[in-house]
């Protein structure tokens, strides 16, 4: 079986991602690194409520509230990580970028070294949350390295 050295995981905590996360540990050997990226979408800096909040003050206490929000988020999903790979004796880093998706990836896979992309699939339609749209062909076209999707979980 092929050992990567360099795995870049593209998580964030939903369902498909965590089916990437299993994936990416079964790649993983004595001695791999296992690169975490999490992308906060830029999306999340236009919900301001301004349809709803008609006074600064109150727009910037509810920004304040979804980072507070996002970084719990955050910080729970890094620490499970953390828990998941010291179990595995993986070597593991994480890095937290803010931008559109596709490109952060394109940006951090490009910064190399990186032997393995894991990504999860998108969310099947009729499921609530946010759907990805970042599986297409510009991603697959600028990226070096070998991609692999893990299938959506049943």
């Not at 953390?82 to 803010?98: H, N, S």
Request: with cysteine; aromatic share 8%.
């Amino acid at each position: 079986m092929w050992k990567p050295k360099h795995i870049l995981l593209a998580s964030h905590g939903t369902d498909g991602a965590r089916a990437a996360e299993k994936l990416a540990y079964a790649f993983c050997r004595h001695g791999t690194a296992l690169h975490h990226l999490i992308v906060v979408p830029d999306l999340w800096k236009g919900m301001l409520g301004d349809d709803w909040l008609n006074n600064a003050s109150t727009r910037a206490t509810f920004g304040r509230y979804v980072e507070s929000e996002l970084e719990r988020e955050i910080r729970a999903h890094v620490k499970r990580m953390r828990r998941e790979t010291a179990k595995r004796r993986i070597r593991y880093r994480y890095e937290l970028v803010q931008g559109k998706p596709t490109e952060c990836l394109i940006a951090r896979a490009a910064d190399g070294p990186v032997d393995l992309i894991v990504l999860g699939s998108p969310r099947p339609k009729g499921r609530t949350g946010l759907r990805s749209r970042m599986l297409d062909e510009r991603l697959f076209r600028a990226l070096r390295a070998p991609v692999i999707v893990a299938p959506y979980p049943k």
